[in-house]
Nanobody, 120 residues
Framework: QVQLAESGGGWVQTGGSLRLSCVAS????????MGWYRQASGKQRELVAE???????SYGDSAEGRFTISRDARRHTVDLQMDGLQPEDTAVYYC??????????????WGQGTQVTVSS
């Protein structure tokens, strides 16, 4: 079974920085995607950033230009450097790891979530 260990969340003032880290254990068949999603109170979960095992990166609209994702595919780890944090970034951040293709086998795993709170 795949497990995702998250670290780096916490409380920060407006304009500050945090670095989130996620380390995966267990195996996924073939190529995979690792990244971060977030969910604020009363809103849907949204993509922050993700990167494939081949190095292709995608950013959500709210993250591009401020956040940077990096991955060590061999070790199945992914980091998210968050700069210029604003109160609207306050959310629970979830690490995600999934198989790149859902067919013939779907594999999709989530971390327990880590709280990021940005105060003014």
């Amino acid at each position: 079974q795949v497990q995702l260990a998250e670290s780096g969340g916490g409380w920060v003032q407006t304009g500050g920085s945090l670095r989130l880290s996620c380390v995966a254990s267990g195996s996924i068949l073939g190529s995979d995607v690792m990244g971060w999603y977030r969910q604020a109170s009363g809103k849907q979960r949204e993509l922050v950033a993700e990167v494939t095992s081949g190095g292709t990166i995608s950013y959500g609209d709210s993250a591009e230009g401020r956040f940077t994702i990096s991955r060590d595919a061999r070790r199945h780890t992914v980091d998210l450097q968050m700069d210029g944090l604003q109160p609207e970034d306050t959310a629970v951040y979830y690490c995600n790891r999934r198989r790149s293709r859902s067919y013939p086998l779907r594999q999709n795993y989530w971390g327990q979530g880590t709280q990021v709170t940005v105060s003014s």
